[in-house]
Protein backbone atom coordinates (compact mmCIF):
# COMPACT_ATOMS: atom_id res chain seq x y z
CA UNK A 1 0.00 0.00 0.00
CA UNK A 2 1.39 3.30 -0.54
CA UNK A 3 2.08 5.67 2.15
CA UNK A 4 0.01 9.25 1.72
CA UNK A 5 1.95 12.36 0.85
CA UNK A 6 3.32 14.39 4.01
CA UNK A 7 1.04 16.89 2.84
CA UNK A 8 -2.19 14.89 2.69
CA UNK A 9 -3.90 14.28 5.91
CA UNK A 10 -4.34 10.75 6.98
CA UNK A 11 -7.60 11.90 8.86
CA UNK A 12 -9.22 15.33 8.70
CA UNK A 13 -12.51 16.26 10.83
CA UNK A 14 -14.70 19.06 9.93
CA UNK A 15 -17.35 19.49 13.15
CA UNK A 16 -17.80 16.42 13.96
CA UNK A 17 -20.03 15.46 15.80
CA UNK A 18 -21.46 12.17 17.30
CA UNK A 19 -24.81 12.57 19.64
CA UNK A 20 -26.05 9.28 21.25
CA UNK A 21 -29.06 8.69 22.58
CA UNK A 22 -28.24 9.80 26.10
CA UNK A 23 -25.08 11.73 25.76
CA UNK A 24 -22.90 13.80 23.22
CA UNK A 25 -19.68 11.78 22.61
CA UNK A 26 -18.15 14.38 20.26
CA UNK A 27 -18.80 17.64 20.01
CA UNK A 28 -18.53 19.71 16.98
CA UNK A 29 -14.70 18.54 17.07
CA UNK A 30 -11.96 19.67 14.14
CA UNK A 31 -8.61 18.47 13.56
CA UNK A 32 -6.41 16.97 11.08
CA UNK A 33 -3.53 13.98 11.52
CA UNK A 34 -0.76 14.07 9.65
CA UNK A 35 1.48 10.62 8.39
CA UNK A 36 3.49 9.70 11.11
CA UNK A 37 2.80 8.81 14.80
CA UNK A 38 -0.28 10.82 16.74
CA UNK A 39 -1.56 10.40 20.12
CA UNK A 40 -5.10 10.37 20.26
CA UNK A 41 -4.93 11.77 24.32
CA UNK A 42 -8.04 12.09 26.45
CA UNK A 43 -9.20 10.71 30.13
CA UNK A 44 -11.61 7.77 29.34
CA UNK A 45 -14.82 8.59 28.09
CA UNK A 46 -13.68 11.77 26.76
CA UNK A 47 -14.91 10.03 23.33
CA UNK A 48 -11.79 8.70 21.84
CA UNK A 49 -13.19 4.89 21.57
CA UNK A 50 -16.12 6.52 19.50
CA UNK A 51 -14.04 8.65 17.50
CA UNK A 52 -11.91 5.69 16.52
CA UNK A 53 -15.39 3.17 15.59
CA UNK A 54 -16.31 6.71 13.00
CA UNK A 55 -13.00 6.36 11.46
CA UNK A 56 -13.42 2.63 10.89
CA UNK A 57 -17.02 3.42 9.88
CA UNK A 58 -18.47 1.75 12.28
CA UNK A 59 -20.64 5.05 13.55
CA UNK A 60 -21.74 7.59 10.95
CA UNK A 61 -21.60 11.35 12.38
CA UNK A 62 -24.24 13.39 13.89
CA UNK A 63 -23.28 16.55 12.04
CA UNK A 64 -20.02 17.27 10.34
CA UNK A 65 -17.59 15.66 7.93
CA UNK A 66 -14.90 13.24 8.52
CA UNK A 67 -12.56 11.65 5.88
CA UNK A 68 -10.12 8.66 6.14
CA UNK A 69 -6.89 9.07 3.93
CA UNK A 70 -9.34 10.73 1.09
CA UNK A 71 -12.60 8.43 1.68
CA UNK A 72 -15.78 9.20 3.92
CA UNK A 73 -16.01 6.36 5.79
CA UNK A 74 -19.99 6.62 6.38
CA UNK A 75 -19.80 5.92 2.77
CA UNK A 76 -16.97 3.50 2.11
CA UNK A 77 -16.55 2.00 4.91
CA UNK A 78 -15.70 -1.50 3.15
CA UNK A 79 -12.74 0.90 1.50
CA UNK A 80 -11.68 2.55 4.47
CA UNK A 81 -11.08 -1.00 6.47
CA UNK A 82 -9.29 -2.51 3.67
CA UNK A 83 -6.23 -0.28 4.17
CA UNK A 84 -6.63 0.67 7.95
CA UNK A 85 -5.51 -1.82 10.82
CA UNK A 86 -7.44 -1.57 13.94
CA UNK A 87 -6.29 -2.95 17.88
CA UNK A 88 -9.19 -3.06 19.88
CA UNK A 89 -8.60 -1.78 23.96
CA UNK A 90 -10.50 -5.23 25.12
CA UNK A 91 -8.85 -8.10 24.89
CA UNK A 92 -11.49 -10.25 22.79
CA UNK A 93 -8.88 -12.74 21.25
CA UNK A 94 -10.23 -16.31 20.80
CA UNK A 95 -8.15 -18.19 23.29
CA UNK A 96 -8.14 -21.76 21.92
CA UNK A 97 -7.20 -20.22 18.73
CA UNK A 98 -3.19 -20.38 17.62
CA UNK A 99 -1.53 -16.98 17.35
CA UNK A 100 -0.52 -17.77 13.96
CA UNK A 101 -3.95 -19.08 12.95
CA UNK A 102 -5.79 -16.07 14.45
CA UNK A 103 -3.29 -13.25 12.44
CA UNK A 104 -3.08 -15.24 8.89
CA UNK A 105 -7.12 -15.53 9.44
CA UNK A 106 -7.42 -11.49 9.83
CA UNK A 107 -4.87 -11.33 6.80
CA UNK A 108 -7.32 -13.64 4.55
CA UNK A 109 -10.14 -11.39 5.72
CA UNK A 110 -8.38 -8.11 4.24
CA UNK A 111 -8.32 -10.49 1.24
CA UNK A 112 -4.61 -12.05 1.08
CA UNK A 113 -4.89 -15.52 -1.00
CA UNK A 114 -4.07 -18.11 1.93
CA UNK A 115 -0.55 -18.44 1.01
CA UNK A 116 0.71 -15.03 1.47
CA UNK A 117 -1.58 -14.92 4.33
CA UNK A 118 0.34 -17.77 6.13
CA UNK A 119 3.69 -16.25 5.38
CA UNK A 120 2.70 -12.99 6.32
CA UNK A 121 1.35 -13.98 9.63
CA UNK A 122 4.87 -15.67 10.30
CA UNK A 123 7.09 -12.27 9.30
CA UNK A 124 4.57 -10.20 11.21
CA UNK A 125 4.65 -11.99 14.46
CA UNK A 126 8.56 -12.53 14.18
CA UNK A 127 8.38 -8.85 13.56
CA UNK A 128 6.32 -7.73 17.02
CA UNK A 129 8.53 -10.38 19.12
CA UNK A 130 6.46 -13.17 19.03
CA UNK A 131 8.56 -15.66 16.81
CA UNK A 132 9.08 -18.23 18.83
CA UNK A 133 5.40 -18.41 20.16
CA UNK A 134 3.55 -17.44 17.08
CA UNK A 135 2.10 -21.45 17.48
CA UNK A 136 1.10 -21.24 20.78
CA UNK A 137 -3.17 -21.12 21.89
CA UNK A 138 -3.59 -17.48 22.15
CA UNK A 139 -5.42 -17.96 25.73
CA UNK A 140 -2.14 -19.47 27.12
CA UNK A 141 0.06 -16.49 26.62
CA UNK A 142 0.79 -13.31 29.03
CA UNK A 143 -1.15 -10.00 28.70
CA UNK A 144 1.86 -8.51 27.16
CA UNK A 145 1.98 -11.21 24.73
CA UNK A 146 -1.44 -10.97 23.84
CA UNK A 147 -0.81 -7.19 22.99
CA UNK A 148 1.75 -8.14 21.24
CA UNK A 149 -0.51 -10.59 18.95
CA UNK A 150 -3.08 -7.43 18.51
CA UNK A 151 -0.72 -5.35 17.07
CA UNK A 152 0.54 -8.35 14.12
CA UNK A 153 -3.25 -8.75 12.92
CA UNK A 154 -3.29 -4.94 13.21
CA UNK A 155 -0.61 -4.36 10.51
CA UNK A 156 -0.87 -7.56 8.89
CA UNK A 157 -2.50 -6.57 5.71
CA UNK A 158 0.72 -4.00 5.51
CA UNK A 159 -2.33 -0.95 5.86
CA UNK A 160 -1.80 3.19 5.49
CA UNK A 161 -3.09 3.44 8.88
CA UNK A 162 -3.21 1.51 12.09
CA UNK A 163 -5.15 2.71 15.02
CA UNK A 164 -4.18 1.42 18.20
CA UNK A 165 -6.64 2.00 20.81
CA UNK A 166 -5.02 2.22 24.72
CA UNK A 167 -2.36 -0.54 23.64
CA UNK A 168 -0.01 -0.96 26.83
CA UNK A 169 -3.29 -1.56 29.31
CA UNK A 170 -2.32 -4.48 31.34
CA UNK A 171 0.94 -4.13 31.01
CA UNK A 172 3.96 -3.88 33.76
CA UNK A 173 6.48 -1.17 33.07
CA UNK A 174 9.31 -3.19 31.02
CA UNK A 175 6.86 -4.74 29.11
CA UNK A 176 5.29 -0.85 28.33
CA UNK A 177 8.16 0.66 27.38
CA UNK A 178 9.06 -2.35 25.39
CA UNK A 179 5.52 -2.02 23.63
CA UNK A 180 6.00 1.60 23.20
CA UNK A 181 9.46 0.89 21.02
CA UNK A 182 7.67 -1.52 18.72
CA UNK A 183 5.09 1.19 18.12
CA UNK A 184 7.49 3.61 17.06
CA UNK A 185 9.36 0.91 15.07
CA UNK A 186 5.95 0.22 12.92
CA UNK A 187 5.45 4.06 12.66
CA UNK A 188 9.18 5.00 11.05
CA UNK A 189 10.65 1.61 9.99
CA UNK A 190 7.86 -0.01 8.77
CA UNK A 191 6.13 2.95 7.18
CA UNK A 192 2.72 3.00 8.82
CA UNK A 193 0.84 6.10 10.13
CA UNK A 194 -0.07 5.35 13.53
CA UNK A 195 -3.21 6.93 15.74
CA UNK A 196 -2.42 5.75 19.64
CA UNK A 197 -5.37 6.00 21.61
CA UNK A 198 -4.58 6.67 25.44
CA UNK A 199 -5.01 8.16 28.37
CA UNK A 200 -1.48 8.40 29.70
CA UNK A 201 0.08 11.57 29.07
CA UNK A 202 3.96 10.50 29.41
CA UNK A 203 2.98 7.70 26.32
CA UNK A 204 1.89 10.41 23.89
CA UNK A 205 4.96 12.66 24.94
CA UNK A 206 7.20 10.14 24.48
CA UNK A 207 6.97 8.68 20.91
CA UNK A 208 4.31 10.41 19.00
CA UNK A 209 5.04 13.22 16.81
CA UNK A 210 1.43 15.14 17.08
CA UNK A 211 -1.29 15.02 18.54
CA UNK A 212 -5.34 15.19 19.05
CA UNK A 213 -6.35 16.19 22.84
CA UNK A 214 -10.06 15.37 23.42
CA UNK A 215 -11.59 16.24 27.11
CA UNK A 216 -15.40 15.91 27.71
CA UNK A 217 -15.60 15.31 23.72
CA UNK A 218 -14.74 18.85 23.04
CA UNK A 219 -11.67 19.18 21.74
CA UNK A 220 -8.25 20.90 23.49
CA UNK A 221 -5.92 21.20 21.10
CA UNK A 222 -4.07 19.77 18.11
CA UNK A 223 -0.63 19.53 16.10
CA UNK A 224 2.64 18.86 16.10
CA UNK A 225 3.69 18.23 19.53
CA UNK A 226 6.47 20.97 19.53
CA UNK A 227 4.22 23.53 18.35
CA UNK A 228 1.92 22.82 20.97
CA UNK A 229 4.29 22.65 23.69
CA UNK A 230 6.30 25.91 22.37
CA UNK A 231 5.46 29.60 23.45
CA UNK A 232 5.56 31.24 26.98
CA UNK A 233 9.27 29.41 28.72
CA UNK A 234 9.41 29.81 31.83
CA UNK A 235 13.38 29.78 34.12
CA UNK A 236 12.78 27.63 37.51
CA UNK A 237 15.08 29.18 40.01
CA UNK A 238 16.91 28.21 43.39
CA UNK A 239 18.57 30.02 45.69
CA UNK A 240 20.53 29.25 49.16
CA UNK A 241 18.96 32.65 50.89
CA UNK A 242 17.23 36.03 50.06
CA UNK A 243 14.49 34.53 48.63
CA UNK A 244 11.75 37.10 49.44
CA UNK A 245 14.64 40.08 48.29
CA UNK A 246 14.84 37.79 44.92
CA UNK A 247 10.96 37.82 44.72
CA UNK A 248 10.34 41.40 45.03
CA UNK A 249 12.96 42.11 42.56
CA UNK A 250 11.42 39.85 40.20
CA UNK A 251 8.30 41.41 40.54
CA UNK A 252 9.82 45.15 40.19
CA UNK A 253 10.90 44.06 36.98
CA UNK A 254 7.28 42.77 35.93
CA UNK A 255 8.11 39.07 36.04
CA UNK A 256 5.54 36.68 37.09
CA UNK A 257 6.77 34.62 39.74
CA UNK A 258 5.25 31.30 41.14
CA UNK A 259 6.52 28.97 43.67
CA UNK A 260 7.00 25.18 42.62
CA UNK A 261 8.10 23.83 46.12
CA UNK A 262 11.18 25.24 47.49
CA UNK A 263 11.96 26.41 43.58
CA UNK A 264 10.34 29.85 41.93
CA UNK A 265 8.96 29.63 38.41
CA UNK A 266 9.30 32.91 36.87
CA UNK A 267 7.40 33.16 33.15
CA UNK A 268 7.68 35.23 30.13
CA UNK A 269 5.66 35.32 27.00
CA UNK A 270 7.87 36.30 24.42
CA UNK A 271 7.20 37.17 20.57
CA UNK A 272 10.78 36.94 19.08
CA UNK A 273 13.68 35.69 19.96
CA UNK A 274 15.30 38.22 21.14
CA UNK A 275 12.79 38.91 24.12
CA UNK A 276 13.37 35.43 25.22
CA UNK A 277 16.82 36.38 25.80
CA UNK A 278 15.10 39.39 28.24
CA UNK A 279 14.03 37.07 30.93
CA UNK A 280 17.36 35.97 31.40
CA UNK A 281 18.60 39.01 32.08
CA UNK A 282 15.95 40.21 34.35
CA UNK A 283 16.65 37.15 36.61
CA UNK A 284 20.14 37.95 36.52
CA UNK A 285 19.71 41.38 37.05
CA UNK A 286 17.41 40.66 40.28
CA UNK A 287 19.71 38.02 41.40
CA UNK A 288 22.32 40.26 41.86
CA UNK A 289 20.67 43.15 42.97
CA UNK A 290 18.93 40.76 45.59
CA UNK A 291 22.07 39.00 46.71
CA UNK A 292 20.71 35.92 46.89
CA UNK A 293 23.03 32.49 46.26
CA UNK A 294 21.96 30.40 43.01
CA UNK A 295 21.48 27.11 43.77
CA UNK A 296 19.87 26.00 40.54
CA UNK A 297 19.16 27.47 37.60
CA UNK A 298 16.96 25.39 34.58
CA UNK A 299 14.80 26.06 31.38
CA UNK A 300 11.10 25.19 31.94
CA UNK A 301 9.07 24.39 28.79
CA UNK A 302 5.00 23.66 28.57
CA UNK A 303 4.26 20.66 29.11
CA UNK A 304 1.59 18.11 27.49
CA UNK A 305 0.16 17.92 31.18
CA UNK A 306 -0.38 21.75 30.70
CA UNK A 307 -2.11 22.38 27.52
CA UNK A 308 -4.44 19.35 28.69
CA UNK A 309 -5.09 20.95 31.48
CA UNK A 310 -5.82 24.38 29.46
CA UNK A 311 -3.15 26.18 31.69
CA UNK A 312 -2.16 29.35 29.96
CA UNK A 313 1.25 30.55 30.12
Not at 42 to 69: D, I, W, Y
Not at 85 to 113: K, N, Q, T
Not at 163 to 180: A, C, F, I, K, Y
Not at 239 to 265: I, K, N, Q
Request: glycine residues 8%.
Amino acid sequence: MSQPSTSTPVIAAERLTKNWPTTTALDDVSFTVAPGITGLLGANGAGKTTLLGMVLGLHQPSQGELRVLGLDPAKASREVRSVVGYAPEHHSLPDDMRAHDFVRHIAEIHGLPRQEATARASDVLWQVGLGEERFRPVGTMSTGQRQRVKLAQAIVHDPALVLLDEPTDGLDPVQRDDMLALIRRVGTEFGISVVLSSHLLEEVERICDAAVIIFGGRLVASGPIDELTKGSEALVVEVTDHLDALVLALRMRGVAVEFEGASLLVRHTPETEAEAEVLHDLVRDALVSSGAGVKRLSTHGITLEEVFLGIET
